[in-house]
């Protein structure tokens, strides 16, 4: 059996649009051979939808579609994923897959397994569905899934769910497994999903069909890679990440020699690129403006959005004050002109002073501290919001995970900008990223990755005058935010409980910072965002 899948990228409510994305797909995978073509998870929605759910037209309207979509087909089934109404008790709707073929709807089948942790929350709209049995299509038993549906024990968070549709399918007579999925990237996820696909092909001796969706809605990023399994669990076709593809799989083909995935700095490179490529062309900007500091994050997100967008759509802008070297002013000028972006030079110093000024006779007689310190970053973040109020830029901000973990960042001003691009990257990684950028000829500048990092917003400022060295706090972090262990715990991995005490100390007094941040994009198993959900106003504490 030849089988097409569609690895398309839906945008989120654009129903008319999604519905004809699915119809080039389908056309094209037929005159390619396929005897069945496959899409991804709610690709008639786009994942993840939402509450456009609750919307009165919404759901009606992406039936439409599906309607539409069946009147297309011919002898060539097609298998879409869609939201479909729940006419029992429990949730209203049911998160669906529709078997399409000679201008008809012939089967539907609803998801089974609905996460309902981390970035996931199906329960709030879908009803899980009791039973699936094998569609009979073409005369072969089909067993439909969708996502999680595939999902076994070993690779998710904790045993979840009863019995296995995948076995009851299985036990039924299902020759064929088809998964429609909208499966999020993490670093190192492709090589796990793959594993697991396997996992279940071999145990239940059936091939499967994983279709995958790509590109990236707000937080999200799909990577793609969409699989065709033999039943021995060996993987016969493997479609590429970040990018839509259409390709036809046969069975009866020879394995692959090697799967073929990208090392994890590529991975990111790649990942990082598209979330921010969709989500300005998904929310209707053309262009991105940051601010340059001299410093490793901001020259990683201006490399990351040179590539996205084309250079001549990004504007790198280095607000220099008294505190700012020489030489990051020239490292900045260097990288703009290395990436081709327009590079602008406007100096904050005349508004500081005027600034600072207005406050003289209030401040007398007192210190200046971190009140001064941040009048330079927010003048910076208005610096930037003028610019795109006037030319229609969207502000990319430029704060990684470590330093918004720690409220190392100033409220409305370097968190200020509508795409939080590395929010969800640690400051050791964006080292590696810098270094992984570097390794063919120099891009960013090498004095920007070597340098000690500073903000520059006093004489001799570094970071580690306020922080513990990024090689220790990185590693507590992700045990503390990614692993939810408590101070006890990850000072039993040889930690100093001062220092473990200090970091988780300023995690929950910052919550409310992050919470007023812009979105980021997830590349981890736990970012901070739609998938950690912690009050602001609270008293518990675990240090």
């Not at 899980?128 to 439909?144: D, F, M, Y």
């Not at 004095?447 to 520059?456: D, G, W, Y």
């Amino acid at each position: 059996m030849k089988i097409g899948f569609a690895q398309i990228n839906p945008t989120v409510g654009d129903i008319n649009g999604n519905q004809k994305l699915i119809e080039k797909a389908y056309a094209e995978l037929v005159s390619q051979g396929a005897d069945l073509v496959v899409t991804p998870e709610l690709a008639i929605t786009g994942y993840p939808p939402q509450d456009l759910l609750f919307q009165s037209r919404f759901v009606p309207r992406n039936l439409d579609a599906l309607k539409a979509l069946a009147a297309i087909t011919a002898r060539i089934p097609l298998i879409v994923g869609f939201a479909d109404f729940h006419a029992g008790t429990g949730k209203p709707l049911l998160n669906a897959a529709a078997v399409l073929q000679h201008g008809e709807i012939i089967a539907k089948v609803a998801k089974s397994r609905l996460p309902t942790y981390d970035v996931f929350d199906e329960d709030r709209y879908f009803e899980a569905a009791t039973s699936s049995e094998p569609v009979l299509i073409n005369g072969k038993r089909i067993g439909i899934t969708l996502c999680e549906d595939i999902w076994t024990e070993p690779f998710l968070p904790r045993p979840l769910y009863g019995p296995s549709p995948v076995e009851s399918l299985v036990d039924q007579g299902a020759e064929l497994l088809i998964n429609l999925s909208a499966s999020p990237f993490t670093v190192g996820k492709p090589r796990r999903r793959l594993q697991m696909l396997g996992d279940v092909a071999r145990a239940h001796h059936v091939p499967i069909a994983y279709c995958n969706c790509t590109g990236a809605n707000d937080q999200l990023i799909f990577d793609g890679h969409s699989l065709l399994l033999a039943a021995d669990g060996s993987p016969v076709m493997q479609l590429p990440g970040f990018r839509e593809t259409l390709a036809v799989g046969d069975l009866d083909s020879a394995p692959l020699s090697q799967p073929d995935f990208l090392c994890d700095e590529e991975a990111l490179f790649e990942a990082l690129t598209l979330g921010i490529r969709d989500y300005l062309r998904k929310c209707g900007f053309r262009s991105a403006v940051l601010g340059l500091s001299g410093g490793i994050d901001s020259a990683i997100v201006a490399s990351l959005a040179a590539n996205a967008l084309g250079p001549e759509n990004v504007v790198g802008v280095t607000m220099p004050s008294q505190f700012s070297s020489d030489g990051s002013v020239q490292d900045s000028k260097r990288l703009a002109e290395t990436l081709g972006i327009r590079f602008l030079n406007l100096p904050i110093q005349p508004a500081f002073e005027t600034f600072r000024s207005q406050f003289r006779e209030l401040f007398a007689g007192l210190p200046e501290n971190e009140t001064e310190e941040n009048m330079q970053p927010r003048l910076r973040g208005m610096t930037l919001m003028a610019l795109s109020n006037k030319f229609g830029h969207l502000v990319l901000s430029t704060g990684n995970k470590s330093e918004l973990a720690v409220g190392y960042c100033t409220l409305y001003g370097d968190m200020c900008g509508g795409l939080a691009v590395i929010s969800d990257v640690p400051k050791t990684m964006i080292y590696r990223l810098a270094r992984w950028i570097n390794r063919a000829r120099e891009i960013i500048p090498w004095n920007t990755i070597e340098k000690p990092p500073s903000a520059e917003l006093r004489p001799n400022q570094l970071d580690q005058d306020t922080l513990p060295p990024y090689e220790v706090l990185d590693p507590i972090l992700e045990l503390y935010v990614e692993h939810q262990l408590s101070l006890d715990e990850i000072v039993a991995h040889g930690f100093a409980p001062e220092t473990v005490r200090w970091i988780l100390r300023r995690v929950s007094l910052n919550e409310y910072k992050r919470a007023q941040s812009a979105p980021g994009l997830k590349i981890t198993p736990r970012a901070f965002g739609i998938g950690r959900r912690m009050p602001i106003a609270q008293r518990y504490q675990d240090f």
